[in-house]
Nanobody, 123 residues
Framework: QVQLLESGGGLVQAGGSLRLSCAAS????????MAWFRQAPGKARMFVAG????????DYADSVKGRFTISRDNAKNTVYLQMNSLKPEDTAVYYC????????????????WGQGTQVTVSS
């Protein structure tokens, strides 16, 4: 099966940047959509950004538009999330997800999930 491993999280000052990576291992799933979700303690997990296998379809949550950029390198089976102009409200555990979905925002359609990486943005 497919396993996802996130990396790149950490502590950053507001206005700073981080780049998250999610590496997929195991059997490669054809035409997998990959996405990032985030969850703060006691809060619901929310969609952040998603990208289709081809990279043509991309979607972002309104709260991160213009600040975050999702990309993928299929040769490396890796998806990235470049996060710029970080705000304290971006603080959360960020999860990578993958699956054969059409709507990038439908969490229940994703089959594979990583363990998450913590992103903390200080004021």
């Amino acid at each position: 099966q497919v396993q996802l491993l996130e990396s790149g999280g950490g502590l950053v000052q507001a206005g700073g940047s981080l780049r998250l990576s999610c590496a997929a291992s195991g059997r490669t799933v054809s035409r997998n959509v990959m996405a990032w979700f985030r969850q703060a303690p006691g809060k619901a997990r929310m969609f952040v950004a998603g990208i289709s296998w081809s990279g043509v379809r991309i979607d972002y949550a309104d709260s991160v538009k213009g600040r975050f950029t999702i990309s993928r390198d299929n040769a490396k089976n890796t998806v990235y999330l470049q996060m710029n102009s970080l705000k304290p409200e971006d603080t959360a555990v960020y999860y990578c997800a993958a699956g054969g979905v059409d709507n990038l925002r439908r969490q229940y359609e994703y089959s594979y999930w990583g363990q998450g990486t913590q992103v903390t943005v200080s004021s």
